[in-house]
């Protein structure tokens, strides 16, 4: 059977605004906005797949209330197919990502930010505080006791972590999802049609500038701000769209839909409120009102909760990206504590206030490193100063995921080079 969708999808409807389709969506919305966030009505809710995985990046205390929410009104909430293959696909990449982050990066901030730090300050003022021999006992007590908290917290951390596959596997919300109301209403047909709808409407917009572009008037459309964020594969957001217009054509009634989607500004506004031509879009499409809730408001109106994920607020694949940025910086950091400890060692004057670079190039000088590994620095310093000094995200998102290892290995293999050096000349 030839699919039908394109009688309501969105593209159709688009074309179809007029003024006074403007003024009777608007005015009901408007007038039943309070209600729907009221949940009186027995309006089904359309759950994104954000709100979902947030479920999973909250503390233990905020999970219990979100889980009470999703169970209070389980009988209401309808999750599309598309929003099950996205949850089935992140779900374990978030309950790692949680782990890591507000576990491993416990232990690893340690390490850098208040172990190495302590350290570094010893090292770098050494000949001063020689002459202060109570700070000096001070901080060498510090420094023991600072490696034994540090060897406690990784035995912690490692315990708990342990608790990772019970996370994945025991899980409540799983159980609980699987009596919500799970529908599959787009034939493959239906998808094709939606796909290349996508792509008609994605003609003519830059990927570079789409963050622009969405702020144009009726420019937006679902989905568009992954022509940028998933080139490959932009279409789930107008996959959800039209499943969710179908379910509230077919059974001729308003809905919800609850989304924490809100940084691309293809579903809401910066200012989280709906773009007004998706509330017409809709109404032409269906006669009814699909009221568009930024889950972050509903639930602090509602439960007075923010649900504030543990994980950096982007996309997945990006966060990856910004871990190998702080990575590098620390490593760096530490790389330049091993040279300016290892030419103190070797008597280099000004040690301390010397460029990185210049004391490499003593160290070549003095036959201890090769040409080859001050070229490979430079690279890496280059790299350093875009993280550090210049913050042009435009050029850092530049570097692929691939590229960063690189760089990290690279960094990685100069570190070792310089530690191989002090059994040598000690």
Same mark, same amino acid.
């Given at each position: 059977?030839?699919?039908?969708?394109?009688?309501?999808?969105?593209?159709?409807?688009?074309?179809?605004?007029?003024?006074?389709?403007?003024?009777?969506?608007?005015?009901?919305?408007?007038?039943?906005?309070?209600?729907?966030?009221?949940?009186?009505?027995?309006?089904?809710?359309?759950?994104?797949?954000? +709100?979902?995985?947030?479920?999973?990046?909250?503390?233990?205390?905020?999970?219990?209330?979100?889980?009470?929410?999703?169970?209070?009104?389980?009988?209401?909430?309808?999750?599309?197919?598309?929003?099950?293959?996205?949850?089935?696909?992140?779900?374990?990449?978030?309950?790692?990502?949680?782990?890591?982050?507000?576990?491993?990066?416990?232990?690893?901030?340690?390490?850098?930010?208040?172990?190495?730090?302590?350290?570094?300050?010893?090292?770098?003022?050494?000949?001063?505080?020689?002459?202060?021999?109570?700070?000096?006992?001070?901080?060498?007590?510090?420094?023991?006791?600072?490696?034994?908290?540090?060897?406690?917290? +990784?035995?912690?951390?490692?315990?708990?972590?342990?608790?990772?596959?019970?996370?994945?596997?025991?899980?409540?919300?799983?159980?609980?999802?699987?009596?919500?109301?799970?529908?599959?209403?787009?034939?493959?047909?239906?998808?094709? +049609?939606?796909?290349?709808?996508?792509?008609?409407?994605?003609?003519?917009?830059?990927?570079?500038?789409?963050?622009?572009?969405?702020?144009?008037?009726?420019?937006?459309?679902?989905?568009?701000?992954?022509?940028?964020? @998933?080139?490959?594969?932009?279409?789930?957001?107008?996959?959800?769209?039209?499943?969710?217009?179908?379910?509230?054509?077919? @059974?001729?009634?308003?809905?919800?839909?609850?989304?924490?989607?809100?940084?691309?500004?293809?579903?809401?506004?910066?200012?989280?409120?709906?773009?007004?031509?998706?509330?017409?879009?809709?109404?032409?499409?269906?006669?009814?009102?699909?009221?568009?809730?930024?889950?972050?408001?509903?639930?602090?109106?509602?439960?007075?909760?923010?649900?504030?994920?543990?994980?950096?607020?982007?996309?997945?694949?990006?966060?990856?990206?910004?871990?190998?940025?702080?990575?590098?910086?620390?490593?760096?950091?530490?790389?330049?504590?091993?040279?300016?400890?290892?030419?103190?060692?070797?008597?280099?004057?000004?040690?301390?206030?010397?460029?990185?670079?210049?004391?490499?190039?003593?160290?070549?000088?003095?036959?201890?490193? @090769?040409?080859?590994?001050?070229?490979?620095?430079?690279?890496?310093?280059?790299?350093?100063?875009?993280?550090?000094?210049?913050?042009?995200?435009? +050029?850092?998102?530049?570097?692929?995921?691939?590229?960063?290892?690189?760089?990290?290995?690279?960094?990685?293999?100069?570190?070792?080079?310089?530690?191989?050096?002090?059994?040598?000349?000690?």
């Amino acid at each position: 059977m030839a699919s039908s969708i394109s009688k309501i999808s969105f593209a159709t409807s688009i074309k179809s605004l007029t003024l006074k389709t403007y003024v009777e969506s608007l005015s009901r919305y408007r007038n039943g906005i309070e209600q729907a966030i009221s949940l009186k009505d027995e309006l089904p809710i359309f759950i994104d797949t954000s +709100v979902f995985l947030r479920y999973y990046s909250i503390s233990e205390k905020d999970r219990k209330t979100l889980f009470s929410f999703f169970s209070q009104f389980k009988d209401r909430i309808i999750i599309t197919t598309q929003v099950q293959k996205e949850f089935v696909k992140n779900r374990e990449d978030v309950i790692e990502k949680f782990f890591e982050d507000t576990l491993e990066k416990l232990k690893t901030s340690f390490r850098s930010d208040i172990v190495n730090k302590i350290k570094s300050y010893r090292e770098v003022n050494k000949k001063v505080i020689n002459d202060f021999s109570f700070l000096d006992n001070f901080l060498r007590k510090m420094s023991e006791e600072l490696d034994k908290n540090y060897d406690s917290l +990784v035995e912690s951390v490692d315990s708990k972590k342990s608790n990772l596959n019970k996370a994945k596997y025991e899980d409540d919300l799983l159980a609980l999802i699987l009596g919500m109301t799970l529908i599959d209403n787009l034939s493959e047909d239906d998808i094709k +049609v939606i796909k290349g709808e996508y792509e008609n409407l994605r003609k003519g917009y830059d990927s570079k500038n789409v963050t622009n572009e969405i702020k144009k008037p009726q420019a937006a459309f679902p989905g568009l701000g992954d022509i940028k964020e @998933k080139p490959e594969n932009p279409y789930g957001d107008y996959i959800i769209y039209h499943e969710i217009i179908n379910y509230i054509n077919e @059974k001729k009634t308003d809905a919800i839909f609850l989304t924490y989607d809100n940084t691309k500004g293809d579903w809401l506004k910066e200012n989280k409120q709906p773009h007004d031509h998706y509330i017409q879009a809709t109404f032409i499409a269906t006669s009814k009102t699909l009221y568009f809730l930024d889950a972050d408001r509903f639930f602090a109106d509602r439960l007075n909760e923010h649900f504030d994920s543990l994980i950096s607020e982007v996309e997945y694949e990006k966060q990856k990206i910004i871990d190998y940025e702080r990575l590098f910086v620390q490593n760096y950091t530490q790389f330049e504590y091993y040279v300016r400890d290892l030419c103190s060692i070797l008597k280099i004057e000004k040690y301390n206030n010397t460029s990185l670079l210049n004391l490499l190039n003593q160290l070549y000088n003095l036959g201890h490193i @090769k040409y080859e590994e001050i070229r490979d620095f430079g690279i890496l310093r280059e790299f350093r100063n875009i993280l550090v000094h210049y913050n042009n995200r435009e +050029v850092i998102e530049s570097f692929s995921e691939n590229r960063l290892v690189e760089l990290l290995a690279r960094l990685d293999i100069l570190t070792n080079i310089i530690k191989g050096l002090f059994p040598k000349i000690q």
